[in-house]
């Protein structure tokens, strides 16, 4: 069997000072243009349960590189959590990469929708990654080596995080960190 090892990550961020002034930056590193097989007979597909608690050791080893520059750990919120958790399993299940879902959304949009608007400042990591062993620990490493991920990350006016996953039926890996600083 050919194991295809792919990774693409992006970095979005934007504060709200006023509707005319939300100008998101979009850092893309890799292909959006990847092709990927639809069936690896092979692959298992994890439980919900098993993704809730990837989501959460992501979370945990997010906060270390934080930890470990001085930086306060970020609070996991579930309301967040769910918007990042919707957004990996849109590009999981309709097969795109990208901050600006199908509809025309960006994460301040998704986050509108969702009822979480009282915020000042929101941000957004995406990955998607396919063949790795640790795709956890890969996406992470990445995110690190990458300076407009890295910036998100490490931005000590977040206060409020969650990673959502979503796994496709080909084994790919879909990432959404979402940040927030509230009103």
Not at 92 to 116: C, E, I
């Amino acid at each position: 069997m050919k194991i295809v090892l792919a990774l693409v990550i992006s970095a979005f961020a934007f504060a709200a000072s006023s509707a005319q002034s939300l100008n998101p930056t979009n850092v893309t590193v890799g292909s959006n243009d990847l092709a990927r097989p639809r069936k690896v007979a092979t692959f298992a597909m994890p439980t919900p349960a098993a993704i809730a608690e990837l989501e959460r050791t992501t979370f945990d080893l997010l906060n270390a590189k934080r930890k470990e520059r001085g930086l306060r750990a970020l609070v996991w919120s579930d309301s967040v959590a769910a918007v990042a958790r919707e957004h990996s399993v849109d590009m999981a299940t309709m097969d795109y990469f990208s901050h600006k879902d199908m509809n025309g959304r960006y994460v301040s949009d998704r986050a509108d929708s969702m009822g979480l608007s009282k915020w000042r400042a929101i941000g957004e990591n995406i990955a998607f990654n396919r063949g790795f062993s640790d795709p956890i620990s890969r996406t992470v490493e990445l995110w690190m080596n990458s300076a407009s991920h890295r910036q998100n990350l490490l931005d000590d006016h977040w206060k409020e995080s969650a990673v959502g996953i979503a796994v496709a039926n080909d084994g790919s890996y879909f990432f959404t960190q979402v940040f927030l600083d509230k009103k």
